[in-house]
């Protein structure tokens, strides 16, 4: 008796053994990645570097200026789009949950959650990129299209843990719909939608494949949205498999800087998630 | 909400400057794609070229084939191709395209033999075998055959090809094409054909980098890239028996040929027993009536423009980069060429 | 409706407003215009959801048309042709079929313990403390880097350790390929399993949990036997959504995996080999497909990826809201 209970005693211990191997092991290769991009990046990276634009092929020196300021504007440009829009359909979400449009809408959500990067890329390819050309718009449409269902959804879900007494509250003393909402429920969730957002920038950063056949890439410093605009991500996966040296370093360089833009929004996220103590 | 609402105001701001760049008229911009071999001399010369004229052009080596497609889209300005439009690509154009000479250059064959860093020799035939899958050892009969005194390695040959379309798999499998009977009948000649054996690199920095990277590796790069990384490269026999090391000369006296009003000729296997076998033209690609959606006249102007300092002025950065430049004969039929483009039927030059 | 017209009411007798009707009534007038735009507000909000909708179907649309030739000509025995040959125009997904499902569930089958463990560790083990939560932290942001940084990374790190490996075991040491890409696609995919395995392992009732413990059970009994026949089908549904992720991965599978169209007849030679998965190949040469029915068989391909990875999808979101009611 007491041997079988000590060998199930042992057993239990081992199996936690494994388990806690198992699910600490696995941080090490991001540890790894972290660290290999960390010491391949951070010396590539100075004033030139942020200020230049790559060199032609095979020349040294340069930056990655042009990458920096076309992966802020397609940023910037998806989220004017997909914010207000997220935002809006979340609410519609969360006031309307039982009706058919609900339904489906959130059934779209849901899919377009699950839809790959590639597919987005060559659909808008052929709304946008076939009728006006490769162009930075074309490339924030892709990436809108990718942010929106985290924006729904945290904004959804965020309104539904507020307490229904807050709207009654406001609507009993004769504040208008709209306001309601606009003024005391979004302000009351504000925080829940924000890291919602600030979660699907740092998604949507990174994102390579919707860009390839949209927003294209370019050698030239451009700032110019009806033009091909160079990102981030693109530069990296261009410069990546090039068998110069010097665009290596560019590339590393360039890892290192998106790398630290995820990080930090994560991060951001975090905070803001532990100040207003809310769950996502 | 103050965070928010400068987040806000900054986001209105930078979308606010670019629609106002975008709407001011300056669009001095023109964008070309296609070919990788062709992109190191392009980058060198339009980097050139917007030191001292008002235009900058972004050229994207997406592959010939992926520039050819761009042209026939009308997304690009215009196309970089390192093979003719075919038949097929002709018809869904639709309208008549020129092909503009730029320079010719080298495929050369690279790879790494960890031990050998001489030249080998390889015969056009062998090349196919390998790249058909049946030559698939270092140390086979067929490779010491020419190449006694080499020592080589009992190591599998990895094949490395071009994963997308691209001009430069067409010079090499016309090449094959021509040398080897096996290779024309079951893969022919093609910008992206269904490769026997082997894996994709994807352009010419991918396949270099690949057989950089890869101990056994064979792969077919333009000179340039192969210089530029240092790797060693074969001596190809050409059609008079010789084996003929890629350089910038031999490539000269490859494309030192007659060249039809259109441009249109293929320079491998070259007759000329000086000329390295697996040499081309590259071309760059343009509509030839350049009223298409609503390109203005100026725009039509700024292409031309850019391809006739690309023929002349531009030639000067051949050398250097490894391009055999266009020879006295060439530029005139290029000059014809460019010549006959019009503008709502109106010549533009 | 209901609200609007009790707010109307509100203001239209409240102690402030003047009564008398033949002077013009200004809150009056407000109301109205703000009931017009409540209207208004609400419409916008239809108007997003429906935005949604067409969005959703609109990729539907596109993909079928733009694929309709190579539906047309092809038909159903696209899927299962072996060979894709754009110069011959003969087109079979097989390859790209094969290389997907090798690549994905070659990557499913080693995270799978990995996810578990973790999914174990902070649901049961250590649900609260620093470590769990920097435990939990790391794992977010490892779905948090941008697959491109894999990639890059495994190409130049990853790869020459995977190639000394085949040169080991005596394949063709091609170092990129689909071992190769589904290793990292492995570690990418972990955190949706895990994550979603942690909150459901601690939604597990405590009493269950107690009852077992006071029978004598041990700690790894009760995981055996109470918590994970408890969460079975959630565990399975996290499973698919990492599924769903490995499916439609691009970017770090198409710098990994060789980017070749044709099958090794041996299996070891196509395990280690290069190979194509859907994503990669309309990466790969969708910018270049020159003729009609090369670029929709492209799209078929995409078509393909879409209802497979939404399927997926679909089923996984329809079992954890099943769980969590």
């Not at chain 1, 090490?28 to 100075?46: E, H, S, T």
């Not at chain 2, 293929?266 to 009536?289: C, H, M, Q, R, V």
Request: glycine share 8%.
């Amino acid at each position: 008796m007491d041997a079988r209970l000590g060998l199930r005693n042992t057993k239990s211990v081992l199996f936690k053994a494994v388990i806690i191997f198992f699910a600490f092991v696995i941080t090490l290769p991001l540890i790894i990645v972290l660290l290999y991009i960390i010491k391949q990046g951070v010396m590539q990276v100075n004033w030139h570097f942020l200020t230049h634009i790559p060199a032609p092929e095979g020349e040294t020196g340069g930056g990655i200026a042009n990458a920096l300021v076309g992966s802020v504007i397609i940023v910037a440009m998806s989220s004017i789009v997909a914010i207000p829009v997220g935002m809006l359909a979340g609410i519609y979400l969360s006031e309307n949950p039982g009706t058919r449009l609900a339904y489906w809408s959130g059934l779209c959500v849901d899919i377009l959650q699950g839809v790959p990067s590639i597919v987005v890329g060559i659909v808008v390819y052929f709304w946008i990129v076939k009728p006006i050309g490769f162009s930075a718009v074309s490339g924030s449409i892709a990436l809108a299209i990718m942010m929106l269902p985290i924006v729904i959804r945290s904004t959804e879900q965020t309104l539904l843990l507020l307490p229904p007494s807050l709207k009654e509250a406001a609507l009993s003393l004769g504040v208008p719909y709209h306001r309601v909402i606009l003024k005391v429920i979004v302000p009351c969730g504000f925080a829940g939608i924000l890291s919602g957002i600030i979660l699907s920038i740092a998604r949507i950063i990174g994102e390579t494949a919707p860009l390839l056949f949209t927003a294209l890439g370019s050698s030239l410093f451009s700032t110019n949205i009806l033009k091909p605009m160079e990102s981030l991500p693109h530069l990296i996966f261009t410069y990546a498999t090039s068998p110069y040296d010097d665009q290596h370093d560019l590339a590393w360089g360039a890892s290192f800087i998106l790398l630290m833009f995820v990080l930090l929004l994560n991060i951001f996220t975090k905070l803001i998630t532990r100040k207003w103590n809310i769950q996502l | 909400m103050k965070v928010v609402k400068s987040l806000t105001l900054a986001l209105v701001a930078i979308v606010a400057s670019c629609l106002t760049q975008s709407a001011s008229a300056q669009d001095n911009t023109l964008l070309g794609a296609g070919s990788s071999f062709v992109y190191p001399l392009f980058s060198k010369i339009f980097a050139e070229y917007g030191k001292t004229h008002d235009v900058k052009v972004n050229y994207q080596s997406i592959g010939s084939g992926g520039g050819i497609l761009q042209l026939t889209n009308k997304t690009v300005d215009f196309g970089g191709s390192d093979a003719p439009l075919n038949a097929d690509q002709a018809k869904k154009i639709g309208v008549p395209v020129l092909h503009i000479p730029m320079a010719s250059g080298a495929v050369v064959i690279t790879y790494n033999i960890p031990g050998v860093t001489t030249a080998l020799n390889l015969t056009g035939k062998d090349l196919a075998d390998i790249y058909l899958g049946k030559i698939t050892s270092w140390n086979s009969a067929e490779i010491a055959a020419t190449n006694k005194g080499i020592k080589l390695p009992d190591l599998p040959i990895v094949v490395v090809h071009r994963s997308e379309g691209s001009g430069t798999s067409y010079i090499f499998t016309d090449f094959l094409t021509k040398v080897n009977p096996d290779w024309a009948s079951k893969v022919g000649k093609a910008g992206a054909v269904n490769w026997p054996a082997g894996l994709g690199g994807k352009g010419s920095e991918g396949v270099a980098g690949l057989v950089k990277n890869t101990p056994g590796a064979i792969g077919y790069v333009e000179l340039i890239y192969a210089l530029e990384n240092k790797m060693v490269f074969a001596n190809i026999q050409n059609k008079s028996g010789k084996f003929i090391t890629p350089s910038l000369a031999t490539t000269t006296q490859a494309s030192n040929v007659d060249l039809p009003a259109n441009a249109e000729v293929s320079l491998t296997n070259t007759d000329n027993p000086k000329g390295y076998p697996i040499s081309s033209f590259t071309w760059a690609l343009i509509y030839k009536e350049q009223k298409y959606n609503d390109r203005t006249a100026a725009r039509a102007k700024m292409v031309l423009d850019l391809l006739w300092y690309n023929i002349h002025d531009g030639q000067k950065n051949c050398e250097p980069l490894n391009y055999a430049p266009l020879s006295k004969s060439a530029v005139k039929v290029a000059e014809n060429i460019l010549k006959s483009a019009t503008y709502g039927g109106k010549a533009i030059l | 409706m209901l609200f609007n017209a009790f707010s109307f009411l509100l203001s239209a007798f409240s102690p402030y407003t003047p009564r008398h009707m033949t002077v013009k009534n200004k809150r009056l007038d407000l109301s109205y215009s703000q009931m017009k735009w409540e209207t208004i507000f609400k419409r916008i909000l239809i108007t997003m959801s429906i935005i949604i909708l067409i969005i959703v179907v609109g990729i539907l649309i596109t993909l079928i048309v733009q694929s309709m030739p190579s539906i047309k000509t092809l038909g159903i025995g696209y899927l299962w042709g072996k060979v894709w040959d754009p110069v011959n125009n003969i087109y079979g997904a097989w390859p790209f079929l094969i290389g997907t499902l090798l690549t994905s569930f070659t990557a499913l089958i080693i995270s799978i313990p990995f996810s578990y463990a973790i999914a174990i560790y902070l649901g049961e083990y250590n649900p609260k403390g620093w470590l769990s939560n920097l435990l939990k932290n790391t794992i977010e942001l490892i779905a948090a880097v941008p697959s491109i940084i894999y990639g890059f990374w495994a190409l130049y790190v990853l790869v020459p350790i995977v190639r000394n490996f085949e040169m080991k075991i005596h394949v063709a040491p091609y170092g990129v390929g689909i071992f190769s890409a589904s290793l990292v696609l492995a570690v990418m995919i972990i955190p949706y399993a895990a994550s979603l395995g942690t909150s459901l392992i601690r939604m597990v009732p405590s009493p269950l949990k107690e009852g077992a413990y006071a029978l004598g059970a041990t700690r790894f009994e009760v995981i055996r036997s109470v918590i994970l026949p408890y969460t079975r089908s959630g565990l399975f549904a996290g499973i698919l959504l990492s599924l769903g992720r490995a499916l439609g991965e691009t970017m770090a599978v198409t710098v990994l995996i060789g980017n070749t169209s044709t099958i090794a007849p041996k299996f070891l030679d196509l395990f280690f080999g290069p190979g194509n998965t859907m994503a990669s190949v309309i990466a790969n040469e969708f910018a270049e497909a020159d003729h009609t029915l090369y670029l929709s068989a492209l799209i078929e391909l995409g078509l393909a990826l879409f209802f497979v990875t939404v399927i997926i999808n679909l089923i996984g979101k329809r079992i954890i809201t099943r769980y969590s009611k």
